[in-house]
């Protein structure tokens, strides 16, 4: 079978896992390399001749307008988020990336060719929507065709080139500032065309995912995919993850029928037996402490807090921004090896104990202006890196996909989406004044929220590492939420619900059996 849903039938097995772990890859560079390339560009010469009134470098410039600039993508993004809350479900994961990378390009190609600064906002605008379309639906498109072994690891992998993105970013910032013309701000932006189109050529090749198949009856598609998912498999492994599908999407279906049957974007907001509301705000909330551990501050405006906390100058702070930028990355690179054995939960808690550590150690070592505390700072900078790309890269946008249900996932991750963007742009918002109006005590205000957020996922947050997304539903279906709990445990308590469901007529007794005589392999 070929339809444009399936992709190539000839790419499966290992190869198909790579491909899609290759394409979402490329997609988060995107998205990383959107990030950080404004950061270094606002206080280039060649940016700031062209748009003076934001130029607070080397003039008078409106502080609040420059963050506003910068901000606006976010804004982007936040409603590309939303708009897939409403299309994305409709369209499919494969055609809604496809969608959000054209849109992305539109807009970069509207901000590089721009002489005025309103033609630059709105060209912002239009490449964060595609950015928030985009990032709303990989992580999902990606979770759900990922085995539960090796699902952290993929999609950590993608996160990771999203900080390579910014890396990328800053070092071209970096080589182009020796550029003494227009081409110095204009062709970093253009680049993001490329990244973009890669996107929609790489997955124009590659398969829808089987469970949003099978949510709108396209069941031997679905087959046709998972069968070449698990071409190395043993026989009946691609029967058997057809069937959890089935039996979870039926019990998520029945709950929403007690809701009054409405619509994923009304049960995202209603509890049921799925505790649906209660998922959607693990999602949402873990996507909010992110932003505020304080990471988009370092982030975006890098070499700004080179300049004015630590005094370096413009050179200076690109190099250090960009060197920042790879150890960012080589940290990130670290949870690849160990989330699928560790876990989300312990390194999340690990990432928040060092960020709280570093902001305080921030606001002690910027609240005096000496050279000694300034090298303090830097290395702060550094250390705080560190622990963010170990502890958070992979935690919120992972659990925001994982614990959703089948039946309002598109929603859900895209609700999750939007509330990372607009906190990014309150952040980025607020940075340039903050550091201007009360200085080292911004890093205390984050420093308070990295303490804050550690009983939170201790007591809410439950473990997902090695389970499948069908087995994750049965965390928040019974009379309490199960932090964590045993694979074994797990297992039982599944083969329980389907055979539950096959006595009710809701899933095939066949099928059933099957599942009951099989050994417990891992799903997709």
């Not at 950080?36 to 062209?50: D, E, W």
């Not at 182009?176 to 204009?186: E, I, K, P």
């Not at 935690?395 to 614990?403: H, I, M, V």
């Not at 694979?487 to 308590?493: I, K």
Request: charged residues 15%; aromatic residues 12%.
């Amino acid at each position: 079978m070929h339809t444009f849903a399936t992709g190539r039938p000839g790419i499966s097995g290992p190869t198909l896992s790579r491909l899609v772990a290759l394409t979402c890859s490329v997609a988060f560079i995107l998205f990383g390399y959107e990030q950080g390339v404004m950061g270094g560009l606002i206080t280039g010469s060649a940016f700031t001749k062209q748009f003076p009134s934001i130029n607070t470098t080397t003039a008078n410039g409106n502080a609040q307008l420059q963050g506003f600039v910068v901000a606006i993508y976010n804004i982007g993004c936040w409603a590309g988020s939303l708009l897939t809350m409403v299309v994305g479900e409709r369209l499919g994961r494969k055609k809604t990336i496809m969608f959000g990378a054209l849109v992305l390009a539109i807009g970069t190609i509207i901000q590089c060719s721009a002489y005025g600064l309103a033609q630059l906002m709105v060209g912002r605008l239009i490449t964060g929507t595609g950015n928030g379309i985009i990032t709303s639906t990989i992580p999902v498109w990606h979770a759900e065709l990922s085995k539960p072994s090796s699902r952290g690891k993929f999609i950590t992998t993608e996160l990771s080139t999203n900080v390579g993105g910014v890396a990328v970013a800053y070092w071209v910032d970096y080589g182009m500032s020796f550029v003494n013309n227009a081409a110095q701000w204009r062709f970093p932006i253009a680049l993001q065309v490329f990244f973009a189109l890669s996107t929609i050529g790489f997955i124009s090749f590659l398969p829808e995912t089987p469970r949003w198949l099978v949510s709108h009856d396209r069941r031997d598609e679905a087959q046709a995919i998972m069968t070449r998912l698990h071409i190395h498999d043993s026989p009946g492994t691609a029967e058997r993850e057809l069937l959890e599908i089935d039996t979870a999407l039926a019990d998520e279906r029945l709950a929403q029928a007690k809701l009054g049957g409405k619509g994923p974007i009304a049960t995202i907001f209603t509890m049921g037996e799925q505790r649906f509301f209660y998922r959607t705000m693990l999602g949402v909330w873990s996507m909010v402490m992110q932003q505020l551990t304080g990471i988009n501050l370092i982030t975006y405006y890098a070499p700004y807090i080179f300049i004015k906390s630590v005094g370096f100058s413009q050179r200076l702070s690109s190099l250090m921004s960009g060197i920042l930028s790879l150890e960012y990355y080589l940290a990130t690179l670290i949870p690849i090896f160990i989330i699928d054995k560790v876990g989300r939960r312990p390194l999340l808690l690990f990432g928040l104990v060092g960020m709280c550590i570093c902001m305080f150690i921030l606001a002690g070592t910027t609240s005096v202006s000496a050279f000694g505390p300034g090298i303090a700072a830097t290395v702060a900078l550094f250390v705080y890196d560190f622990f963010f790309g170990v502890g958070w890269i992979p935690g919120a946008w992972l659990l925001t996909s994982e614990y959703a249900p089948l039946t309002t996932r598109s929603q859900t991750a895209a609700l999750g989406t939007s509330a990372t963007w607009i906190f990014t742009f309150l952040v980025a918002e607020i940075t340039p004044v903050a550091i201007t109006n009360i200085g080292y005590r911004t890093y205390i205000i984050f420093g308070v929220f990295n303490l804050a957020w550690i009983p939170i996922i201790y007591f809410f947050y439950p473990e997902t590492k090695g389970k499948s997304l069908e087995q994750i539903d049965l965390l928040f279906t019974g009379p309490k939420v199960l932090i964590d709990i045993s694979e074994d445990d797990l297992f039982e308590m599944q083969q329980r619900q389907i055979e539950h469901a096959a006595q009710e007529n809701r899933v095939g007794l066949k099928g059933a059996a099957t599942f009951g005589d099989a050994e417990h392999d891992e799903g997709v």
